[in-house]
């Protein structure tokens, strides 16, 4: 059954690969949340320096200084104060030795102590190879600690089969398809309009990277998208054994 109240998540860390997947993915809960009064911590792998989408307006030598203030001004305007970058190559988190990176993620996991831990399902969302090596690095961190829930970005077969060929179209699935989600869901949240707009300026926030999406994905289709927040509960090692 899904959370009634934002406040049953406790302290939040939320855990990704590049700048905006988080506000994408996890915006309107982390807004909701920090006006609650609740804590939550972002982190974040890498500092997205690939995603050149205009060299003009944002020269690819200066794009990582360009996203860290874009980060920044998305974070504040959610309402998130603590955040930590593990500074990796984009592109390049396959590439990392992943004890390395999971001793630093239990390292964060043990000084923050979170109640709720949200990062991508196996498959990535969109199949980004950094995608997919963060969601492994939590897993794995999570149980060497035992600190927090694990929740995880739930595509549900019927979102699935809504929004799959557009996302295609969009080009933003760069690899296999996401996997449908079979299970209940922790996290089942439509953002009401306020919230909604506070997601939409953050993202805004982080123009170099979300204002192209913006615009060829169109205003109705972009706020249909950013609306739903979804994320169900990955079993324990034990319960795995089962």
């Not at 006006?35 to 890498?46: E, Y």
């Not at 600690?145 to 979102?159: D, I, K, Q, S, Y």
Request: net charge negative; glycine share 8%.
């Amino acid at each position: 059954m899904a959370i009634a109240d934002i406040r049953e998540l406790g302290t939040i860390m939320s855990i990704w690969a590049h700048p905006d997947d988080e506000a994408y993915l996890c915006g309107g809960i982390m807004a909701k949340a920090t006006a609650a009064g609740s804590r939550v911590v972002c982190v974040t792998a890498t500092r997205g320096e690939l995603g050149v989408t205009d060299p003009v307006r944002w020269p690819p030598e200066q794009l990582a200084a360009i996203r860290e203030a874009e980060m920044a001004e998305c974070l504040r305007l959610l309402g998130v104060r603590e955040h930590h970058w593990l500074g990796y190559p984009d592109g390049g988190c396959a590439a990392i030795e992943p004890a390395e990176a999971v001793e630093r993620l239990a390292g964060l996991l043990d000084d923050v102590r979170p109640d709720t831990v949200l990062t991508f399902a196996a498959d990535g969302q969109t199949g980004h190879p950094d995608h997919v090596a963060v969601h492994h690095w939590t897993r794995s961190a999570v149980r060497q600690t035992g600190v927090g829930e694990l929740l995880v970005v739930a595509n549900t077969p019927e979102w699935l089969e809504e929004h799959l060929a557009s996302m295609r179209e969009l080009g933003v699935i760069v690899g296999d398809s996401p996997t449908g989600w079979q299970g209940p869901l922790s996290i089942d949240l439509t953002l009401d309009a306020e919230t909604l707009a506070l997601k939409l300026a953050a993202l805004a926030a982080q123009t170099s990277q979300t204002e192209a999406f913006r615009a060829v994905a169109g205003e109705d289709y972009y706020r249909k998208l950013a609306s739903i927040e979804r994320f169900g509960r990955l079993p324990t090692e034990q319960e795995d054994c089962e």
